[in-house]
């Protein structure tokens, strides 16, 4: 198979990596290593951080320095052109007051007309570039310009009284307009002159417009991580001449009951799934059920990949200790998890349970653990890019969460040696988690028996706890690089 480009259809790239994307760059990483294709991450999310984050990823190892990430707004703002041109610099007027402050690391500027009233607010980053101005005209914020990473104007918003945003203007890194935006549409497309030269109705129209422009040969591939942001694309317009898979992330039904009302996010591919060349799902018995309940054919079970990590020898887990990774969202259920764990502190009054992740769950976490009398039980530790340490230091993994397409951290925790113990729930625990072997299975909703099985796995000799995690690193070979590469070089080859 000669060398070609593999698009990875993402919204965005933030300071925290959602499983999605997070799964989404193994995948990359073992294309680069594996196969001989190129892939590239492409986000239509306007983020002025997203390449700071994404230069992060990089360094921390999250994702190979290989692959490459375009984003629609810095494509067509030519972001990137910024690093070789100076800053946006402000004048100092005398015509003006001023007032100075500094909070949270930034420097914060009023400035004041003749008559005392406030017409600008500025904002500079620690490193004493522009993040944004603000502009008043009798005592009303009116406009808002941003920068980019690099100094240079970014765009303007135009602010109603209820300081909500009625229009924006993108500039690329020379000053010239090449976006405007409405709030509810439409975009307007300026050449090179800032002169306008097409007028798009709405977000996908711009979508569509800009994947037109960095897609440039038929036989490239598109795997669409992100179906309901893109899936319409190619069931609605035939204009781009590309393979498509629309890979499946989640269960394609919303909750715990099989068969109870679809997922939002799959609803337009599973009702024209011909529109796509395959659809790719992460388990056998997920791709069953669709099978089953759709009659669908162009389906392909692919499992995340994992790289294992020899633990065993290097770290010892910290007695009752126990992990949890997840997003703080209320599918993740991590309020089960501290009912789970006031039980087990009955029977062992120094478990900790350390929870690793963010979300808006986060507060009412908290005082659920006080409410239950688990501060020195319960640890909530932020997001991490780099999850390995944290599994191998653990005596088991907790998992609560009512659907998963697959459940990438459970396949993470095995490969550091780390057991499970874990609702069951479709899909992928139970084809990855052995009864009583590497870790356990509990009927969802029950947690006495959950926290049962935990006191019971705590109170095991060191040598049982060994077994069990020798066990754990080999159940997840089934998942390593080398293997799933075999199947995904089988699926392109078969479309390009």
Same mark, same amino acid.
């Given at each position: ?56 990823? @990089?360094?921390?190892?999250? +994702? ?8 629609? &707004? ?34 914060? +500027? ?25 502009? &008043? ?15 240079? =104007? ?24 090449? %976006? ?8 307007? @497309? ?20 800009? =994947? ?32 498509? @898979? !629309? ?6 039904? !919303? ?16 009702? !024209?799934?011909?529109? &796509? ?30 790289? =294992? +990590?020899?633990?065993? !020898? ?19 259920? %991590? ?29 009412? =976490? ?17 997001? +991490? ?13 907790? &998992? ?32 990855? @988690? ?63």
């Amino acid at each position: 198979m000669s060398r070609k480009k593999v698009y990875f259809l993402h919204s965005n790239i933030g300071q925290q990596l959602t499983g999605v994307e997070k799964s989404a760059m193994k995948r990359g990483n073992m294309f680069v290593k594996y196969l001989e294709v190129e892939p590239v991450f492409v986000t239509v999310n306007k983020n002025t951080n997203i390449h700071t984050n994404w230069e992060r990823y @990089i360094a921390n190892g999250i +994702v190979d320095k290989n692959i490459s990430m375009i984003n629609l &707004f810095e494509y067509f703002q030519r972001s990137e052109e910024g690093k070789e041109l100076p800053p946006f610099q402000i004048k100092r007027e005398q015509a003006y007051g001023y007032e100075n402050e500094t909070s949270n690391g930034k420097f914060h +500027v009023r400035m004041f007309d003749t008559n005392n009233n406030l017409v600008k607010y500025i904002i500079y980053r620690s490193n004493n570039q522009l993040d944004y101005i603000n502009y &008043f005209d009798s005592g009303k914020k009116i406009v808002r310009d941003r920068f980019n990473r690099f100094g240079q =104007l970014s765009h303007t918003e135009y602010l109603r009284q209820d300081n909500t945003v009625y229009m924006t203007e993108y500039f690329d890194v020379y000053g010239k307009r090449v %976006i405007t935006k409405y709030e509810d549409g439409p975009y307007l @497309i300026s050449d090179e002159n800032s002169v306008f030269k097409a007028v798009l109705p709405d977000e996908q129209a711009l979508i569509l417009y800009f =994947l037109k422009k960095i897609i440039d040969q038929e036989e490239h591939v598109v795997i669409i991580d992100r179906n309901k942001r893109y899936s319409s694309l190619f069931i609605e317009n035939k204009q781009l001449n590309v393979k498509t @898979i !629309s890979v499946f992330h989640s269960t394609f039904f !919303s909750n715990t009951t099989f068969r109870s009302k679809v997922n939002k996010n799959y609803k337009e591919v599973l009702n !024209s799934p011909y529109s &796509f060349d395959n659809i790719v799902v992460l388990t056998n018995n997920q791709k069953r059920d669709i099978e089953k309940q759709y009659g669908i054919q162009n389906l392909t079970a692919i499992p995340h990949p994992c790289l =294992l +990590v020899d633990t065993l !020898s290097e770290k010892k887990p910290t007695v009752n200790k126990l992990v949890s990774v997840s997003r703080l969202a209320p599918e993740k259920n %991590i309020d089960h998890l501290l009912e789970i764990i006031a039980i087990v502190k009955k029977h062992i009054p120094d478990v900790l349970l350390e929870i690793y992740g963010g979300g808006k769950e986060q507060q009412q =976490l908290k005082k659920l653990a006080q409410r239950l009398e688990l501060k020195d039980n319960v640890k909530f530790n932020g997001y +991490v890019d780099k999850v390995e340490d944290v599994y191998a230091s653990s005596e088991l993994f907790l &998992f609560a969460g009512q659907a998963e397409g697959f459940t990438m951290s459970v396949l993470e925790s095995l490969a550091c040696g780390c057991p499970v113990g874990s609702y069951n729930v479709r899909y992928g625990v139970d084809e990855m @988690i052995q009864e009583d072997e590497n870790g356990f299975l509990i009927t969802f909703g029950d947690k006495e028996k959950f926290a049962e099985k935990i006191v019971a796995y705590l109170n095991k000799s060191n040598d049982e706890k060994n077994t069990y995690r020798q066990k754990a690193i080999h159940s997840a070979t089934d998942y390593t690089e080398d293997k799933v590469a075999n199947k995904w070089k089988e699926l392109l080859n078969n479309l390009i």
